[in-house]
């Protein structure tokens, strides 16, 4: 038998095109370099580039052509650093984003980068990232001390993909005595997606690192489409919980005949006693729920111990219209138990929960729990 085999390599072997921050760079500043990208272009940015207002980016590549902004690390491994925020003021809602990803963005990578909100504080800063474009991929980037959402997927933004992303210190909670922007709950990450202007939009985290963070819960997704896999996610600090599944916000309303489905495999989330749960899926109101099923699988859960016990806390919560669950093969532990029952309870079916299409669909299969553990 034989066929033709295609490979794709991967975007740090592409030759680039385009520089800037060195002798002889095609561009004397980042924001020049920038407005100039066309599709398929690859734009080194070289350490000694850095930017304290911000960036605004509005590139749009094709699916054959991607344009690619690429950092180049200095000798001593340090990325070009993004950081402080920017006075964007129309519309206001973007107001002081780090760096803001327009809705023309189209295939866009962002690779090896830093990004910051800086020395700044409370709410006089936006998000470190926020995009209301559409194939969107951050890789290799790290998003640090952001002082509300660290990555914001606009309500109107299409597909957004993390690879090797890490995001640490974002997040803010004005129950929590934080000042946030607009007194909002902010998380280190939020995706929403919009199913009229990008039908099938997905979020993709994989084999990404997120710790460390402020409050909020670690990853809130609205997205039409979730695939969480091989990644490390933490919910510690003042934290809720690491995983919030809904449906959608403002954009239409997901149901039995078009659900919100997710794919959760082979994660570590860590959990500890400020957060009220490991996971929410469903909805956060019943206009706002998922009506699809969660595929929770190969995962390894520890918990600390505030969750044994009658301590009202469960490991999943099950909240408004949602089609099913099914776990199998992970791993829930409890740290710092030996030699004794701690009871956990696994899954707990909120009050407003409803099964979506009528029939409840809850699969455990071959999951290793802690001593006493209830479903």
Not at 2 to 27: C, D, P, W
Not at 35 to 55: W, Y
Not at 218 to 245: C, D, F, M, P
Not at 290 to 295: A, I, L
Request: glycine content about 10%; charged content about 20%; hydrophobic content about 35%.
């Amino acid at each position: 038998a034989s066929a033709m085999f295609l490979v794709q390599t991967r975007a740090g072997a592409l030759v680039a095109n385009k520089s800037v921050g060195i002798a002889g760079a095609t561009h004397s500043s980042l924001n020049a370099a920038i407005d100039s990208l066309q599709p398929g272009d690859v734009l080194d940015v070289h350490r000694s580039v850095s930017a304290t207002v911000g960036l605004v980016i509005d590139a749009a590549g094709r699916p054959d052509a991607p344009i690619i902004i690429r950092g180049v690390a200095d000798a001593n491994g340090q990325r070009p650093l993004i950081q402080g925020v920017r006075d964007y003021q129309v519309p206001d809602k973007d107001k002081n984003t780090t760096v803001l990803i327009t809705e023309e963005a189209r295939h866009l990578v962002l690779d090896t980068l830093e990004i910051s909100n800086g020395t700044a504080v409370g709410n006089d800063v936006g998000s470190c990232v926020r995009n209301v474009g559409h194939e969107v991929t951050l890789l290799r980037t790290r998003v640090r001390d952001c002082y509300n959402h660290g990555i914001l997927n606009a309500d109107d933004a299409g597909s957004l993909t993390f690879d090797r992303v890490e995001v640490s210190g974002a997040g803010c909670s004005p129950s929590r005595g934080m000042a946030c922007e607009d007194d909002d709950e902010k998380h280190p990450v939020y995706v929403a997606t919009h199913p009229g202007d990008h039908p099938g939009a997905a979020l993709r985290i994989i084999d990404s690192y997120l710790h460390d963070n402020r409050s909020g819960e670690t990853v809130k997704t609205r997205a039409q489409r979730v695939e969480i896999r091989y990644s490390w996610i933490e919910s510690v600090n003042q934290q809720y919980r690491a995983l919030g599944l809904f449906g959608y916000d403002g954009t239409g309303e997901a149901s039995v005949e078009k659900p919100i489905h997710h794919d959760i495999v082979g994660n570590v989330f860590v959990v500890s006693g400020n957060a009220t749960s490991m996971a929410r899926f469903g909805g956060d109101s019943l206009d706002k729920s998922s009506h699809g099923r969660t595929r929770f699988v190969n995962n390894t859960v520890a918990l600390d111990k505030s969750f044994t016990g009658e301590s009202g806390k469960s490991v999943i919560q099950l909240d408004f219209a949602i089609e099913g669950l099914i776990a199998h093969n992970n791993v829930f532990a409890v740290l710092g138990v030996q030699g004794e029952p701690a009871l956990t309870t696994l899954v707990k079916e909120q009050s407003s929960r409803k099964w979506a299409g009528g029939q409840p669909k809850l699969l455990f299969t071959h999951n290793r729990v802690p001593q006493g553990s209830i479903v």
